[in-house]
């Protein structure tokens, strides 16, 4: 089975052409959804596309259809950034390629297991929300990996990219996870603040600040690049810290901070850690983070191998020397679409 395999994030389309169930990649990588298609080298019987928001109605990877496209464009609400544009994807691979199933594989279903006192928020459940997380499909593949590698049964993942967050899992199921209702929630990110009193919402409303506002605020103007005032790229900041920037400095610092915060309070979850593993743009390449964010954890038996830790590589590998392994593993979530679309298809 020939399987193309589209991930539409906040400003980017990946995608990855494989062969099942050899899991052969085979080139294929595009920008757009049309080149994805022209540089197919073989009959595309299957697509595979990333939704980041499933809501409570998909907790699996799932064949769409007409409701399933409509309720994924429903669910727009709670993710802006991120549904409406797997939905428009959706729409023209459907368009272009009739009668060739789609799955949509939803980032919010690996979180299907935390338990009610991690999914729960303290408010009246006729409001009808509750905590979903996100980046479940990163979270799949690197929890996979480090089983492979017998890292323990206690994990914790940080996907630290211009989206970021943290996962605890234990014998392989989601425990708890920073990301909520919507991908805002938790970390501190490129542009959006992560954990804010939502008393500050109020206070701002008051002030006259309309609901538009509010929401660019918070998707494209908070984080990194609201506190530095001037970028949401670690890379860049990294450099304008190194030159004395003290709004730079304290972006960085504040990431790592808010890091660190939730991985040591997650071992209170699952009683203690095994592995940290760091994955995405941020945790797979700069070295500089993960020391700053392992030096907060070094009570837990954190400790950095240095040189591992520096060292240019994007492969996979352990880059720690205390009790506690620390990890670097390069997550493929294209890898993890195209074996979930298989599964679902193969298995029918």
Known sequence: MNILVLNPGS?????????FPEELA???????????LANATSPIDAIGVRVVHGGSRFESPTVVDDDVLAEIRNLAELAPLHNPLAAGVIDEVRGALRGVPIVAVFDTAFHRTLPPVA????????????????HGISYSYVSKRLHALNAGSRLMIAHLGNGAS???????RSVDTSMGFTPMEGLVMGTRAGDLDPGVILYLLRKGRTEADLDDLLNHRCGLRGVSETSGDVRELESAAAAGDARASLALDLFAYRAAGYIAS?????D?????AFTAGIGEHSASMRKRICDRL????????EAAN???????RRISSGSVDVWVIPTNEELEIARATYEVLHSG
């Open 298 to 305: 070094a009570f837990l038996g954190v400790a950095l191998d």
């Open 166 to 172: 943290v996962c605890a899992i234990r014998d392989g």
């Open 11 to 19: 400003s980017s389309l990946k995608s990855g052409y494989f062969r």
């Open 272 to 276: 203690g850690v095994d592995a940290i």
């Open 119 to 134: 999914f729960t928020y303290a408010v009246p459940p006729e409001l009808g929300v509750r905590r979903y997380g996100f």
């Open 310 to 316: 520096e060292a240019a590589s994007k492969e996979e």
């Open 266 to 270: 997650y071992c209170a979850v699952i």
């Open 26 to 36: 085979m080139p294929g990588t595009a920008k757009t959804v049309a080149e994805a």
